[in-house]
């Protein structure tokens, strides 16, 4: 596992060292139970519901980090999520520098249990380079479908491991949701289609949806990099106003786990150009829905997407 993130808070660090010298308190028979948990914990929502969707549902238990709105950028853990951490048997993370506040205790855990970057099972050659950051790559691979199997493979490899006498139910669930995700693939390439070659142009608070726009011939422009934590000036603005402008976009989006100021700034400055551009609706990017809702689960967020964008665009 790789990590290159080192934590700026003194307390945060403390906790981190915390976490160090209190890994040998987890139990390692299950307290003698047969019928014990698998302990899986998950960061992102998106990765939590692909374990939910393959795991045997009587074996496992599975809890997501971050919920609905929640950046994984600027994600610190708090200290209820440093004990779930290290009472898990299992920890899966994006990787590719996702969650970039976390990678000095995700590298400390993964000394003493399994700690698993699903995003890294991607081909490099599949992953966008990142522009702002030399020899990274953008993370944000859930946006193309056919991608995201990668990482629901590495889920699924991972479970197998910690489950082999359940690897053969698992593989079966594994395939069925592949399968899924092969129908869902074809449902967002059929739906984007239908937007006018001009008119697919995809605006956002930052560049999250590279992957989408590269796998469903859409173009793609962020206010800000890939990461939020990447800073924008006014020349980024003023140069987005003046695309929008040139193009004649009709609508732009705002995120659920970003803030709308900036790109609400951006809808301003071109009705003060004379262009009356709206808001398109409000896309999940790192985060998905509520949970209980259709748009809480990966494939529902990504059909609410798209019906958004196509909506709005079309």
């Not at 987890?26 to 795991?55: C, F, H, Y």
């Not at 709105?69 to 600027?74: A, E, M, R």
Request: proline residues 4%; contains cysteine; aromatic residues 6%.
């Amino acid at each position: 596992m790789k990590s290159t993130f080192l934590l700026s808070s003194p307390t945060y660090a403390l906790l981190s060292i915390f976490i160090l010298f209190s890994c040998d308190n987890r139990p390692s028979e299950k307290d003698g139970s047969e019928t014990a948990l698998l302990q899986v914990v998950a960061t992102t929502g998106m990765i939590a519901d692909a374990a939910r969707n393959i795991a045997p549902k009587d074996l496992v238990s599975i809890t997501a980090l971050m919920g609905p709105g929640v950046d994984p950028h600027l994600y610190k853990a708090t200290q209820g999520d440093l004990q779930q951490l290290m009472k898990a048997d299992l920890i899966l993370y994006n990787g590719l520098h996702l969650e970039g506040k976390m990678g000095d205790v995700l590298s400390k855990l993964n000394r003493t249990r399994s700690v698993v970057a699903v995003s890294e099972a991607a081909p490099k050659d599949k992953l966008r380079k990142s522009p702002q950051f030399q020899s990274t790559y953008d993370p944000h691979i859930w946006f193309d479908v056919a991608l995201w199997k990668h990482a629901v493979n590495a889920i699924n490899t991972s479970l197998q491991k910690a489950i082999p006498d359940k690897a053969s139910l698992i593989q079966k669930n594994t395939e069925h949701y592949l399968t899924q995700l092969d129908s869902l693939h074809i449902a967002v390439r059929e739906a984007i289609a239908t937007i006018p070659e001009r008119q697919r142009v995809l605006i956002t608070a930052h560049d999250a949806f590279g992957y989408f726009g590269d796998a469903y011939a859409m173009e793609v422009k962020g206010l800000q990099g890939i990461s939020t934590l990447s800073e924008f000036g006014l020349k980024d603005r003023s140069e987005l106003v003046k695309f929008i402008l040139k193009r004649r976009i009709k609508a732009i989006f705002v995120e659920t786990s970003v803030s709308q100021r900036a790109i609400r700034s951006v809808m301003e400055d071109c009705r003060e150009e004379g262009m009356n551009v709206v808001i398109g609706g409000s896309l999940f990017s790192d985060a998905m829905g509520e949970e209980g809702s259709p748009e809480g689960t990966y494939i529902g967020m990504v059909h609410a997407n798209v019906s958004k964008i196509v909506e709005a665009l079309k």
